[in-house]
């Protein structure tokens, strides 16, 4: 009787985040957001690649994303991930931190899904999370002038038209799509990069 007592504390202990599991998940949400910042800030001068940055980021970012979820294997690796992505990528931006966060939670729910254990759950969470890159562009849906006006003050009227230009009807959608087939492709070249490489060093 003791026996299985420990034993189910034990297991009960092992599903919460450690010290060290917040060190993991803190770590590769550090690189996730050095990376986005770099892709977003670096395509930002181009309007174009600018609306395509949800699928470069889940096309980059995804190996980051699945050696954080597969390495800590706990509830809170991905919610850390998406607290951190909506303090940086959506500050200001009230609507858009809270729908990052929901992303970050459905990613959450897909893990739990496979008992964190599901290899093809940990893969297919990336794409509900990778959501999160719309969020950002809420205040372009539901705010166009304001939105339109900082542009201006930080690029010029000329960039601010030429956004204008891409920022069609129906655009959130275009967006959602664009994320979610980025992340499928960075999801196939994460699976090929932790496969070769990540498990045979004993990353994860």
């Known amino acids: ?11 009960n202990s092992d599903k919460k ?39 470069t980021v889940g096309v980059v970012c995804a190996t980051v994303y699945e050696l954080c979820v597969l390495k800590v294997r706990k509830f809170g690796a991905a919610l850390i991930l998406g607290v951190l992505f909506a303090l940086v990528a959506c500050s200001g931006n009230v609507m858009g931190m809270v729908l990052a966060i929901a992303c970050a939670l459905a990613a959450e729910l897909v ?14 969470s990336f794409p509900v999370f990778n959501l999160n890159m719309v969020c950002p562009y809420t205040m372009l849906y539901f705010h166009r002038d304001e939105f339109m006006a900082r542009s201006v003050s930080f690029y010029g009227q000329e960039y601010a038209d030429q956004l204008a230009k891409y920022a069609v009807s129906g ?16 999801v196939l070249i994460a699976s090929k990069l932790i496969s070769k490489h990540f498990e045979k060093a004993g990353i994860v």
């Open 1 to 11: 009787m003791a026996r299985k007592e420990v034993t189910q504390t034990t297991q």
């Open 17 to 55: 985040m450690r010290t060290r599991d917040l060190i993991y998940a803190g770590a590769f949400g550090a690189i996730y957001i050095v990376l986005m910042l770099i892709i977003v800030l670096g395509t930002s001068a181009i309007p174009v690649l600018y609306i395509a940055a949800p699928s």
């Open 111 to 124: 893990i739990k899904a496979g008992g964190y254990k599901s290899r093809k759950m940990f893969l297919l």
């Open 171 to 186: 655009l959130a959608f275009i967006q959602i799509a664009l994320a979610l087939v980025g992340a499928l492709i960075g």
